[in-house]
């Protein structure tokens, strides 16, 4: 019977940090593996063979990765006994060395997911890239640059991690990003069948919390067109977007920013979603065709609006970047001469757009259709706060105090 046994390197001094090693027993040999793992005497139980972490240590992390790694290596261990049992035929104490050095040396989950943010790239699909870069970099910050095996992605290594983002002081909307992210480049490395499926992120919260509320009144987008910004070419520009967004259904400021004049075809808009690829028409409207000719003499390469002017792809993806922020601190500006509680941010056109469809009594399916949702379920997140204000609306009698919006469009 095959053996697996865990044993520190021997030293003197009781505190000094001891190396991890494998002892892999089997037909009356040994043989020995070292680890880069590195624990103090006190801190490894040998009969029980498990560390010993003490809640609340400045070593408990680290610790608790550790014992993930070990307890990886162990079923790995398993796998290759598994394995090798089912060939029906004999096998050596090298036979087994063999095969599970091949495992755990085998391709490495980051340059996997180096990979495929390269391949992303090419295929000019540079915020998917950008979100992999980012959740990548936090999940290297997490295992101290260590290189990980596929197969050492497992449900433990995960729920350690997201216990470790949690104690960033993370929100759960952001650990769920990072989660979300590297579940992707982990099942696509099970879809090419680099590494068998082992549900890894199965308990992990993956979802999108309800946000506080981002919509604003349907009289806040009439007297934001109203607003005189005359001589200030940048905050007019911004207000400008912020309508246009509106106008086109909640138009996302990555879609907008990437808009062609040769998109418009017979009165329509035509685009694809970056974010789902899902393709939408939007008739043009007379108050969306009035910012488009106010601006079309400062645009460049066929850009419909004067906000990427590189014709690199690189390029245009880093101005894209920069003039996203540059464009959401104008729209805080903005929200401080209107004096809104609720400030203006890219964000809040969609919700907003979503907000006065619903309060229109527009389904909920059209809805979503309109701003390419992939289902319902995203659209009602944009609404949360909707169903709770039209109920208090009803109970405390006061919508004569709402304003009545203005129609915003144009006559045709």
């Keep these: 019977m095959a053996k697996f046994i865990i044993k520190l390197s021997e030293t003197s001094t ?25 624990l103090r005497i006190d801190e490894w139980d040998e ?21 993930c790694r070990i307890n990886n290596d162990k079923n790995l261990f398993k796998r290759v006994l598994r394995e090798l049992e089912e060939t029906e035929t004999s096998y050596s104490i090298c036979d087994i060395m063999k095969l599970f050095n091949k495992y755990r040396s085998g391709q490495t989950f980051f340059s996997f997911m180096d990979h495929e943010i390269k391949t992303l790239l090419e295929q000019g699909r540079s915020g998917t890239a950008q979100n992999y870069i980012a959740a990548k970099s936090s999940f290297l910050e997490f295992v101290k640059d ?11 290594l995960i729920l350690e991690y997201e216990k470790w983002l949690r104690g960033s002081q993370l929100a759960r909307n952001t650990t769920s990003f990072y989660m979300r992210q590297l579940r992707s480049v982990y099942n696509k490395a099970v ?34 067109a109203e607003l005189d910004l005359k001589g200030k070419f940048s905050l007019e520009l911004a207000r400008d977007l912020f309508l246009f967004s509106f106008y086109m259904r909640g138009i996302a400021f990555v879609d907008m920013a990437y808009l062609k004049k040769s998109d418009i075809k017979n009165g329509e808009i035509h685009y694809c979603r970056h974010k789902t690829d899902i393709p939408l028409d939007v008739k043009l409207e007379n108050c969306m065709l ?37 464009y959401n601190k104008l729209l805080k500006k903005i ?41 319902e379920t995203t659209t009602r997140i944009y609404l949360c706060s909707l169903e709770a204000s039209t109920v208090d609306r009803a109970n405390h009698k006061v919508i004569e105090q709402i304003i009545s919006p203005k129609r915003i469009y144009s006559k045709k």
């Design 14 to 38: 009781s505190n000094y940090e001891q190396t991890v090693c494998y002892l892999l027993s089997f037909k009356r040999r040994t043989q020995g593996l070292q680890t880069k793992y590195k």
């Design 47 to 67: 009969k029980q063979q498990v560390i010993v972490i003490s809640p609340g240590s400045e070593r408990e992390s680290y610790l608790n990765k550790v014992q």
């Design 146 to 156: 260590e290189e990980l095996n596929l197969n050492a992605i497992t449900e433990d």
């Design 191 to 224: 879809r090419q069948k680099l590494v068998n499926q082992n549900n890894p992120f199965m308990e992990a919260y993956t979802g999108i919390d309800r946000t506080r509320k981002r919509a604003v009144k349907a009289s806040t987008i009439t007297h934001l």
């Design 290 to 326: 009035e910012i488009i000719d106010r601006y079309s003499a400062k645009t460049k390469y066929d850009y419909l609006l004067p906000i990427i002017t590189e014709a690199d792809d690189a390029k245009a993806y880093k101005q894209y970047q920069n003039k996203r922020s540059y």
């Design 335 to 375: 929200s401080h001469i209107l004096n809104l509680e609720i400030p203006l941010t890219s964000y809040v056109s969609r919700h907003t757009w979503a907000t006065v469809a619903r309060n229109m009594d527009i389904p909920i399916s059209i809805i979503s259709a309109g701003m390419g949702h992939t289902s």
